[in-house]
């Protein structure tokens, strides 16, 4: 995988290590994590033997701050409060080497200071190698999360492991570590590969407190010639801001970060559309001191970074200083609107990912609020809408979604997405299934297919005809039907008989569809806009919200008509002039039919009128009432 420019068992150490420090290592690495201390039982000196674990967290991102040896095979450890702030230790990775073939232990981790977590629900450190360095979970058999009377009543993490491989260095996790170096290497590679075509540029947007980068990426390819012919009416461009790891130890929101850039950066339909309408600016590692050092929660100077955005000052928290400078430039500008900022971080006593957004006391604004939430519930399978929240809580003031919610114009949509240390729940609610890299990744790529869909929805991106979806995703499958987003039942006949079919993934017909042209194309057009997948997701008020009212297009309003005029796409031309024939030959038919009745009634014979259908409710469409609807016409 890009990114991984190099082992992270070999050790980018932050301390200077003597030769000899393992005999005679006082125990505490620098900044109170264990450098290579070798743990004897008692009674022992001299040289150690093969057996005396030898422990290790003196590099970057490891936390490991002390290890005791209780019994014959039993190791209490201790994990290293964050710099200047004791109250969070919940973060561990460290080292263990010099073990015995198949030697057997059992670790304590004794003072863990969160005691709401998944341990008890599938979440299990991960562990790997220098033989295996893919990381693998531990098995939920071998790990227990209790109150230990051992240990005041304290909260314990045990975990018992056999080490198979005498030569091996062992690293466990809390969760599989994206590095500060980690992410400047993923950087310099992606910006290495985008050659001549710019498709992002990066900059250092300020140094943190340690002279570490807070970098900001850009991606723009917002061209002239969109500035001038899809925003007639509206000269700004739309902005998108995603922030990450302000938490040091919420490594999967790297994770999900990173799988996003790759889909924004990457040659996908979707990304190409997003980049040349849309202006992204994302800062990947808002605490990259806090995540070097690290820390579980805190930056340098022990303040939590999600917290602080309301009080941040220069000297104190540079980064948050920096990056609300951006974003008031930003919001001030007259060339450029935010329309989102979204904060990723990730959750260690929830499963799945779910989103926290703002109240409002105005209910459309509110409402235009959960729109995006609600696509992204429809889009991700692992979205879990029970742990959505939104609130004004006075505890959560300091965080980035308030703060931008309260000094920022209306118009930002800032929510905090949030994604499981653990796993996510399967169809069934039961089954846990755990996440992996890649299924952080999928997480970020679900972001910007919401983001496309969400503009589709609001009328600023056009709803491509369902032809074109057929074209693009039978093309790339060699199957003449749009993508679908679960598998389709295999029986035809089970499929004809089904309420309401599965076309497509997108697509808010609601917004857009004239009616009459679901009925002219004898439902090619409709009929399949209609029983998209979207379905799952129904907006409280579809038919009462005009498109493009002030509902769901923000407050710097602009007309439908006029940017779908503008949008200069053939589809909508084409539509509307071959909506005007067949309304015009319709008009002369009725004529006729007309004519022909009055002479039916001058010859005294009384003709009941013909049933005619004018309103329909799309909420009560089904294929089968659409068939029978178009067949009465043709009748
Ligand atoms: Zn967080």
Redesign the pocket.
């Known amino acids: 995988m890009l990114g991984i420019a190099r082992d992270p068992l070999e050790h980018t150490s932050m301390y200077e290590r003597g030769s000899d420090d393992s005999e005679d290592s006082d125990g505490e690495g620098g900044l109170g994590n264990v450098s290579r201390v070798i743990i004897r039982p008692p009674g022992q000196s001299g040289k150690a033997k093969r057996g005396h674990l030898c422990f290790d967290a003196a590099f970057e991102t490891g936390n490991l701050g002390k290890a005791e040896l209780v019994g014959e095979f039993e190791y209490d450890l201790f994990l290293r409060p964050d710099t200047c702030n004791p109250r969070f230790r919940f973060w561990f990775n460290f080292t263990v080497d010099n073990v015995k073939q198949d030697q057997r232990v059992l670790f304590n981790i004794v003072n863990i200071s969160k005691s709401r977590n998944l341990f008890n629900s599938g979440l299990t450190p991960l562990v790997k190698s220098s033989s295996r360095p893919k990381w693998q979970r531990l098995s939920k058999r071998q790990v227990f999360f209790y109150r230990s009377a051992m240990h005041q009543g304290h909260y314990v993490l045990s975990f018992g492991f056999n080490f198979d491989k005498e030569e091996d260095v062992y690293m466990f996790a809390l969760a599989s570590p994206y590095s500060y170096s980690r992410l400047q290497s993923y950087l310099n590679v992606i910006d290495a590969r985008q050659g001549n075509e710019k498709r992002f540029t990066r900059c250092v947007l300020i140094k943190s407190l340690q002279n570490r980068n807070v970098d900001l990426l850009t991606i723009d390819q917002v061209t002239h010639s969109q500035r001038t012919t899809n925003r007639l009416e509206r000269s700004f461009i739309r902005v998108i801001v995603i922030l990450c790891r302000?938490?040091s130890s919420?490594a999967p929101?790297s994770h999900v970060c990173q799988g996003l850039i790759e889909f924004l950066v990457g040659n996908h339909p979707i990304a190409h559309v997003l980049r040349e309408n849309f202006v992204f600016k994302i800062v990947p590692m808002v605490n990259p001191d806090g995540v070097f050092l690290g820390n579980n929660?805190c930056n340098l100077m022990g303040q939590d970074m999600?917290r602080n955005w309301h009080v941040a000052s220069e000297f104190t928290q540079p980064e948050l200083h920096a990056i609300r400078n951006v974003l008031k430039e930003l919001d001030n500008s007259d060339t450029y609107q935010i329309d989102f900022v979204i904060?990723l971080?990730?959750?260690s006593s929830m499963h799945g990912c779910f989103i926290y957004g703002n109240t409002y006391e105005d209910v459309y604004r509110y409402e235009r609020h959960l729109v995006f939430p609600r696509l992204f519930a429809s889009n991700a399978k692992d979205y879990v809408a029970e742990h959505t929240m939104f609130n004004a809580d006075e505890r959560k003031a300091g965080s980035l979604r308030r703060y931008c919610c309260e000094r920022l114009s209306d118009t930002v949509n800032a929510y905090?997405l949030?994604v499981s240390m653990a796993g996510h729940y399967l169809r069934d609610g039961k089954t846990v299934a755990l996440y992996n890299e890649d299924g952080y990744h999928r997480v970020g790529r679900n972001v910007a297919r919401t983001l496309l869909q969400y503009y589709r929805f609001i009328n600023v991106l056009p709803v491509p005809l369902v032809s074109e979806m057929r074209l693009q995703g039978g093309g790339k499958r060699g199957r003449g039907r749009p993508r679908t987003h679960h598998s389709r039942s295999r029986s035809r006949t089970r499929y004809e008989v089904k309420p309401r079919a599965k076309t497509t993934r997108c697509h808010a017909p609601i917004s857009y569809t004239n009616l009459s042209i679901c009925y002219d194309s004898t439902g090619g057009v409709g009929g399949g806009g209609v029983s998209s997948d979207e379905g799952g997701f129904s907006p409280t008020r579809p038919l009462t919200i005009a498109p493009g009212s002030s509902t769901f297009s923000g407050c710097r309003n602009y007309r439908r008509a006029a940017t779908a005029a503008s949008c200069g796409h053939d589809q909508y031309s084409e539509l509307s002039s071959r909506h005007k024939r067949v309304t015009r030959a319709r008009e002369r038919e009725r004529e006729r039919e007309r004519e022909r009745e009055h002479t039916i009634e001058s010859m005294g014979v009384c003709v009941p009128p013909k049933p005619y259908l004018s309103i329909i409710d799309l909420n009560q469409l089904t294929r089968g009432s659409l068939k029978l609807k178009s067949s009465s016409f043709d009748s």
């Open positions: 302000s938490h919420e929101a929660r999600n904060d971080h990730a959750n905090t949030e």
